[in-house]
Nanobody
């Protein structure tokens, strides 16, 4: 069984920054992709960033230029650096990994952007 452990959410003022972390219980190289999704109250879960095994990353238009997904091979951890945060970025953020057409999700971490 694969587990994804997330950390790094919190409360931040507009314009501020946060960094989310996601550590899988197995090497992230076994996954086809790893990524970040978010779900705001009353809205559907949406893609934020998806990183393929070779490191290519796709971003949602709403976060391009502000968010950066990355990974640390030595720590077996993926990150989501979020800069210039806006109130509309407020959501629960989930780490997701997929392998052999099976999806694995983290427990979610709350990000609140408010003054």
């Amino acid at each position: 069984q694969v587990q994804l452990v997330e950390s790094g959410g919190g409360l931040v003022q507009p314009g501020g920054s946060l960094r989310l972390s996601c550590a899988p219980s197995r090497s992230f190289f076994i996954f086809n992709t790893m990524g970040w999704y978010r779900q705001a109250p009353g809205k559907q879960r949406e893609l934020v960033a998806a990183m393929s095994r070779d490191g290519r990353t796709n971003y949602a238009d709403a976060v391009k230029g502000r968010f950066t997904a990355s990974r640390d091979n030595a720590k077996n951890t993926v990150f989501l650096q979020m800069n210039s945060l806006k109130p509309e970025d407020t959501a629960v953020y989930y780490c997701k990994a997929d392998r052999y057409e099976r999806d694995y999700w983290g427990q979610g971490t709350q990000v609140t952007v408010s003054s």
